[in-house]
């Protein structure tokens, strides 16, 4: 069969398509366009939709809505997002981030989705017809989702205790040995009060540094007060291996990009 | 099977064609308009060759459906030079041979191409995030990291 | 870019109208207007195009293969397996009479590394030839692959290639090309430091932008244009003829715009099929790589293994050197039996030693078969050759760049291949760098000269 | 976190041709009826500019402008055999062929220029601008736009020849190895400046100094991309790349170019070129084959200047940030 796209006005009708065997949703391309290339046969339809709210960005006040067809340059070019331009301009090339979506990113397998890696530390949530999910819950499921991602959602921290690295073996567009995103709150004396850190690579999807957030609570952003959070840095993480790095040196520098992040 | 109809403005000129649903505009440009400008280096997105501008910005054309630039206005390497005057960014390739193969060079362009239509004196570091999407094999990127740079410069002498 | 014309001033004319001026590329307008034609640039109604079912196993037998299904996949226009290829059984360096034919064109019987071709399937449109190739099924035995050269060097191991009856090259010296210059051993024992250290590498690819591959067309007289992006037109052509059996006047090869080559566009891989296809089917017929084939099918620049062996005086003199080069050619032997001599013939690299024993094995193994790339034979060599000098040179407390002054050729100096070493500019070399690099030596380094020993 | 610096030095010969075969190419030259001038040859540009070197050649051995010679190259229906573009061999094998065949296209040209000027063709000699003077006598000349009409039209001369080169094969002797692999050899020497990350280890190639004997620059400008891209090229295969990441084991191999890792715009060394020039004896005015050793030298110097920063050797290509790290991890267990 060859591939046919077939374009809807509504997602509701693009979701009642993507109920036929073979079908994908198409966002940017990125994916499931270049499956097709390689020879993908289990790819036999394509569905996409041109809802608007799809394609808009809406602030109010610290919330946050992005719609799922919004691309990696449209973020990292709003004024209002200048907090995120660097986790957004860590996505591919300058054509590929004007293709690349948010929803497709929450897809995108290791060592790709470095800007889902920014959206679990942001807490965010994901929007489907059905409801808002947690984005961990989200990311735990979506080999099975098949759902139209409508939305991402979340509250804008601020400037500063929102950080953001990309490692990577070629620059300045390489894709991630390993990707970081940490919110942090600080409290009057530098202690840390609160912690969400969020890693790329560290296993096939974005996953939660739990054991180095609690070892940061409480503790000030010096050489010594971090250093527990580095020890735990790698509980619970299960590195891909990929022609980019091993899992051993994944493990094995996480801690130090953590400790360089964390004292930026 | 049936045929997609896609009319878009290609350097210009109108053009209107029959599709096969699913057709990439890479292959649409290539095998139905004749433009082989734009080149398949990989199909998967990580080589930039295929790189055109539709509405004004950088796509690689190997990962865009056909059917959905309907309607777009699209630019390629092929439509640059004006009446058989070259464009100075293909000014600038020549003077500072910055081809080898050639084989990357029309995507090179487009990139460049967007960069300057945006940011006319770009420094180093924009040129090489500009270029970061197209791999080069032959130069090691340092003539065109250089062409791009001087036909910024030239271009701004214009201006003045 | 500097020229630094001072040297050699007195063997050179610089007299001349167009060598030596910066005149503009011919090839250049046409590749910034994107007007330059590469092979894929042509298109013919009516082309099929051609995918590859590859092996999915190291090593294995096939027991089966049923292509029914894929027959009757809609746009399937041909199906070819090893009986459709009249002369299966092929190596390219039999232009230069180095055998065995160790090779298939199509898998018969037995892949011997994972990527082999086994069925060609020829359809309407990309998809459809995707799509059939998914539908062939091909029922195999695995049996025990080895991947590492040492170990298929062993007795008992897995044989990847009956053609050749054993994991190596025999070539007329027999398992390995051997140079022979001086007493190796009586070099290591007057020796004041002996050092022996092993260097290795893994494959490595030419990764061109454009992907190999070639465009058919029947001229309708029997005769066939075949648009090519190899390195070596009639290399090809010959090796086509033999393959298909047909006379090389039916065969019309159109080339020499290439988009990076870098050694890998000089197997002969993609044009015999596409244009048996094309005279099966009386149809033009595309076959080029996939990125993804460019990068793990198409021959790699082999893994290499060097042994050095070294015997060297406290002042400097290098007085032994002994290297044991392992080239792990893959499954076939493509040109890997000419870059593991070409090997042989550039140890022990540019330096003057007396006493010199090189032995260079192409190993079999059931990876993508190797084959040339940039530095064929000698840039995995020049990087053991190199790094064991700096070892060398820490060993005796010299400063690395001195050291190679002391034992760099000049002019005169018998190789140990046996050919007097014409035309020496390594020393001037090595000024220059310490100069441009402000490395400084002594200054008897700064007055040598590559014409005249001792001068 | 320590950033330590080191560095290393490499030097290197290279041969030209693959003697070890037989290694011929042809070529043929022949004029148009205005005294353009037409190379046929079936040789490949891979994009080192093979094309433009031989128009260079050709123009310089018949005495034209480069401009007035076309190369119509790799059309077996038309082009004589050519071995092939690989081995460093095409300017230098190429190259003799068509000054064979433009020398005996030239000399046709002065003898029908000198039936044209009533004298002896061996007293005329080329401009370099398209014009046949009488040696001595500038003001006695006619162009070769009259000579090749005259040719074509009213001699009924071909101004046309034909080149061949072959370097014969050399069997190497199966006991001592006595052989003569290639013809001349081109040389390089490179230091390298390193940074090596002793927490991650990442190395950043700072500079390289590459110094390359070549016999001679025929288009200084081409040597100039040769050897650029060809340095960034040793240093990619120093730090970067493989099919196989944990070879012998075939599992990982990257399959697009965001896994297969090489150098990108940003992480470019700073370069500098320096080339020296010492004609070889046998190459087309000189020159050696320098394409594939400006790729060399940059892997051992850059191995050896990450020894010189941190202390480690890697032994194995390609030097990855793991390889280094974990033998800095097995020093600091010593």
Redesign the interface.
């Given at each position: 069969?060859?591939?046919?796209?077939q374009t809807f006005a509504t997602v509701k009708d693009a979701n009642a398509a993507l109920k036929a065997q073979g079908t994908r949703y198409?966002g940017?391309?990125?994916l499931v366009?270049?499956a097709?290339?390689?020879?993908d046969?289990s790819v036999s339809g394509?569905v996409?939709s041109t809802e608007p709210s799809l394609s808009t960005i809406a602030v109010a006040g610290d919330k946050v809505r992005i719609g799922a067809s919004v691309t990696m340059?449209t973020i990292a070019g709003h004024p209002e997002l200048g907090t995120l331009a660097k986790a957004a301009r860590a996505v591919?090339?300058?054509?590929?981030r004007?293709?690349a979506t948010v929803g497709g990113n929450l897809f995108a397998p290791a060592p790709y989705g470095d800007f889902a890696v920014a959206l679990l530390a942001l807490d965010a949530t994901v929007s489907t017809d059905s409801g808002e999910t947690p984005i961990e819950t989200f990311l735990a499921n979506r080999d099975g989702s098949r759902a139209v991602v409508t939305s991402v959602n979340f509250t804008l921290p601020k400037a500063d205790s929102f950080r953001f690295l990309k490692v990577s073996?070629?620059?300045?567009?390489?894709?991630s040995v390993l990707s970081i995103a940490a919110v942090l709150q600080q409290a009057p004396d530098g202690t840390v009060s609160a912690a969400r850190i969020a890693l790329g690579c560290m296993a096939d999807r974005p996953m939660r540094a739990r054991a180095a957030e609690k070892a940061l609570i409480g503790r000030s952003l010096t050489k010594d007060g971090i250093a527990p959070a580095l020890a735990a840095a790698s509980d619970g993480t299960w590195p891909i291996?990929?022609?980019?790095?091993?899992a051993?040196?994944r493990n094995?520098?996480l801690p130090?990009?953590l400790g360089?992040l964390l004292l930026a | 099977m049936a045929k997609v109809p896609v009319q878009f403005t290609l350097n210009g000129s109108e053009k209107a064609e029959f599709v096969d649903s699913g057709t990439t505009l890479l292959n649409a440009l290539r095998d139905k308009v004749g433009d082989t400008s734009p080149k398949g280096g990989c199909h998967q997105g990580t080589c930039g060759a295929c790189s055109v501008i539709i509405d004004g910005e950088l796509r690689l054309s190997c990962l865009t459906l056909a059917e959905t630039c309907d309607g777009a206005v699209i630019s390629t390497t092929s439509g640059l030079s004006e009446n058989g005057v070259l464009h100075p960014l293909q000014r600038a390739f020549l003077d500072t041979f910055a081809t080898q193969c050639g084989f990357c060079t029309p995507g090179m362009i487009m990139a460049a191409k967007v960069l300057l239509d945006h940011t006319p004196n770009p420094s180093r570091d924009e040129v090489v995030e500009a270029l970061s999407g197209n791999i080069c094999r032959c130069t090691g990127y340092e003539p065109i990291i250089q062409a791009v740079l001087t036909a910024a410069r030239a271009n701004s002498q214009n201006a003045a | 870019m500097e020229l630094r014309k001072s040297y050699f001033a007195d063997v050179r004319k610089d007299d001349l109208h167009e060598i030596g001026q910066p005149r503009p590329r011919s090839d250049s307008p046409g590749h910034v207007t994107g007007k330059t034609a590469f092979f894929a640039d042509r298109n013919f109604p009516g082309m099929l195009h051609l995918k590859m079912v590859r092996s999915p196993h190291h090593h294995a037998r096939i027991r089966s293969i049923d292509t029914s299904e894929a027959e009757k996949h809609p746009g399937v226009v041909k199906i070819l397996t090893a009986k459709d290829v009249p002369h299966n059984v092929y190596t390219i360096l039999i232009l230069i009479q180095v055998g065995p034919e160790d090779e298939t064109v199509l898998a018969d019987g037995k892949v011997r590394w994972k990527g082999e071709a086994v069925v060609a399937v020829l359809a309407e449109t990309e998809r459809a030839a995707q799509e059939a190739a998914a539908k062939v099924k091909v029922d195999y035995e695995v049996l025990p692959a080895v991947f590492d050269m040492e170990e298929a060097l062993k007795p008992g191991a897995p044989l990847v290639n009956e053609y050749h009856g054993q994991n190596y090259y025999l070539y007329d010296s027999g398992e390995c090309r051997k140079v022979r210059f001086g007493d190796v051993e009586a070099g290591f024992t007057g020796a004041d430091h002996v050092l022996e250290q092993s260097y290795q590498s893994s494959p490595i690819e030419h990764a061109p932008t454009e992907t190999t591959g070639c465009v058919v067309a029947p001229e309708g007289n029997d005769r066939f244009t075949c648009y090519t992006n190899t390195q070596a037109m009639f290399f090809t052509l010959d090796n086509t003829s033999i393959i298909l059996q047909m006379p090389g006047s039916k065969l019309h090869f159109v080339g020499g715009t290439v988009g990076g080559g870098f050694g890998g566009k000089v197997d002969v891989i993609v044009e015999p099929i596409a244009i048996l296809g094309a005279k099966l089917t009386g149809r033009p017929v595309c076959f080029i790589y996939s990125r993804e084939e460019e990068m793990q099918i198409s021959s790699p620049r082999a893994a290499e293994k060097v042994v050095i062996k070294d015997g060297v005086m406290k002042d400097g003199r290098i007085v032994a050197r002994k290297v044991t080069g392992y080239t792990d050619a893959g499954a076939y032997s493509r040109h890997s039996p000419y870059g593991a001599q070409k090997g042989a013939g550039h140890y022990p690299g540019p330096y003057t030693i007396p006493n010199v024993w090189i032995d260079t094995y192409c190993v079999y193994t059931n990876r993508t078969p190797s084959s040339a790339m940039r530095g064929f034979g000698v840039t995995i060599g020049d990087f053991a050759l190199e790094v064991q000098m700096d070892k060398l040179a820490r060993l005796i407390g010299m400063d690395p760049l001195e050291f190679r002054f002391i034992n760099a050729y000049r002019d005169g100096d018998m190789k140990a291949h046996r050919q007097p070493t014409e035309g020496a500019a390594l020393i001037e070399c090595m000024q220059e760098a310490s100069r441009a690099a402000n490395w400084p030596v002594a200054e008897k380094y700064m007055a040598m000269s590559s014409y005249v020993k001792g001068a | 976190m320590a950033i330590r610096r080191g560095r290393g030095v490499a030097a290197i010969n290279y041969p030209t041709g693959m003697n070890l075969g037989g290694d011929p190419t042809q070529a043929l030259v022949h004029s148009t009826p205005t005294g353009n001038f037409m190379v046929t040859l079936s040789s490949v540009d891979l994009g080192q500019g093979m094309k433009q070197i031989m128009a260079q050649i050709c123009a310089e051995t018949i005495g034209v402008p480069t401009d007035r010679v076309v190369v119509d190259t790799a059309d077996t229906d038309t082009g004589p055999h050519c071995m092939g573009t690989f081995a460093s061999r095409g300017t230098h094998r190429a190259g003799n062929a068509v000054i064979q065949a433009a020398r005996e296209a030239r000399q046709v040209m002065l003898e029908v220029a000198a039936e044209e000027l009533e004298v002896n063709a061996s007293d005329l000699e080329t401009d370099g601008q398209g014009n046949i003077l009488v040696k001595g006598a500038p003001q006695k000349s006619i162009s070769m736009f009259d000579v090749a009409l005259s040719a074509h039209f009213k001699r009924g001369r071909s101004i046309s020849g034909r080149g061949m080169f072959l370097i014969p094969r050399s069997y190497p002797e199966k006991e001592t190895g006595a052989m003569k692999p290639s013809t001349c050899y081109a040389h390089a020497c490179t230091v390298a400046e390193v940074e090596v990350d002793d927490e991650t280890g990442e190395v950043t190639v700072l500079t390289v100094k590459n110094v390359f004997e070549i016999g001679r620059a025929l288009n200084p400008k081409m040597v100039e991309q040769q050897l650029v891209g060809g340095s960034w090229m040793g240093i990619s295969h120093a730090l970067y790349e493989t099919t196989e990441p944990y070879y012998p084991n075939r599992d990982h191999g990257g399959t697009d170019f965001n896994q297969y890792l090489m150098p990108g715009p940003g992480d470019l060394a700073e370069t500098e070129i320096i080339v020296l020039e010492r004609p070889s004896a046998d190459g087309p005015y000189g020159a050696k084959g320098p394409g594939e050793m400006c790729a060399n030298p940059q892997i051992p110097a850059v191995a050896n200047a990450v020894f010189d920063a941190v202390g480690v050797r890697i032994d194995t290509l390609p030097i990855t940030p793991e390889r280094i790290l974990r033998a800095l991890k097995a020093q600091a267990a010593n």
């Open positions: 069969m060859a591939l046919a796209l198409l940017g391309g990125t366009v270049r097709a290339n390689e020879g046969v394509l996409t340059a591919g090339g300058p054509a590929i004007n293709m073996r070629v620059k300045p567009k390489g894709v291996t990929d022609p980019i790095a091993s051993w040196y094995e520098v130090v990009h360089r | - | - | -």
